[in-house]
């Protein structure tokens, strides 16, 4: 069955310094991979995502790349603030209506 | 636009007792998905409707789950009878059906299980 694997579980970066999150997918047919953001207390929300025609995108402090090849996408977040600090999910979506999610990496930002 | 709309937000019950949990999902979204969320198990997705009706409910853990959408505005899951293993946080969630496959998540309704 489908399964996306996400690494790594934790992640703690300086103020300032940049952010990597990594995840790789099972199925080749996968086309659409969003990242959601999970503050505490709160639900997962939407934060960029990608189609498997693009290989990268920006927005602001975030991006996104999409290896097709080798089945794998990453997040990074540059100049990163203690406002990051939360729980990132991925996710993939493998062409029906049903998205996959990663186990989650929680990310703290030091000041 | 108000987002998905779950609740109770909180729900503290005995074992053994009728959970009932709500949900409003975006207006004009005709895709809604029940997840329950735990610290081992992660994001897990229970079931999910197209136009009201239930298309994929391999999820749902057990006969004591059920879900239902009367109308495409509102969306129950109940749990019947309730164990301490069901205590988690249950997430809602929204999308236009094949307009794009974005899911817009509810708040949560956080369920304790005594």
């Known amino acids: 069955g489908e399964n996306v694997e996400q690494h790594p579980s934790t992640l703690s970066v300086q103020e300032g310094d940049s952010a990597v999150i990594k995840c790789t997918y099972s199925?080749?047919?996968?086309?659409?991979f969003p990242w959601y953001k999970q503050e505490l207390g709160k639900g997962p929300q939407l934060i960029i995502d990608?189609?498997?025609?693009?290989g990268e995108k920006k927005d602001q402090r975030i991006a996104v790349t999409l290896n097709k090849t080798a089945k794998h996408f990453s997040l990074h977040i540059t100049e990163t603030q203690p406002e990051d600090s939360a729980v990132y999910f991925c996710?993939?979506?493998?062409?029906?209506?049903?998205?996959?999610f990663g186990t989650g990496t929680r990310l703290t930002i030091i000041p | 636009d108000a987002g998905v709309i779950q609740s109770p937000r909180h729900e503290v019950t005995e074992m053994g007792q009728e959970v009932t949990l709500r949900c409003k999902p975006i207006?004009?979204?005709?895709?809604l998905f029940w997840y329950r969320q735990t610290m081992m198990r992660g994001l897990e997705l229970l079931i999910y409707?197209?136009?009201?009706?239930?298309?994929?409910d391999s999820g749902m853990p057990e006969d004591r789950f059920s879900a239902k959408m009367p109308n495409a505005s509102f969306s129950t899951l109940k749990i019947q009878p309730s164990e301490p293993r069901d205590s988690a946080v249950y997430f809602c969630?929204?999308?236009?059906?094949?307009?794009?496959?974005?899911?817009?998540f509810g708040p949560g309704t956080r369920l304790l299980v005594l």
């Open positions: 969630a929204s999308s236009v059906l094949r307009g794009s496959e974005t899911q817009y």
């Open positions: 199925d080749s047919a996968s086309n659409y």
């Open positions: 990608i189609r498997s025609n693009v």
């Open positions: 996710a993939a979506h493998f062409g029906n209506e049903k998205l996959t």
């Open positions: 207006s004009g979204h005709n895709s």
């Open positions: 409707f197209n136009n009201n009706v239930p298309i994929d």
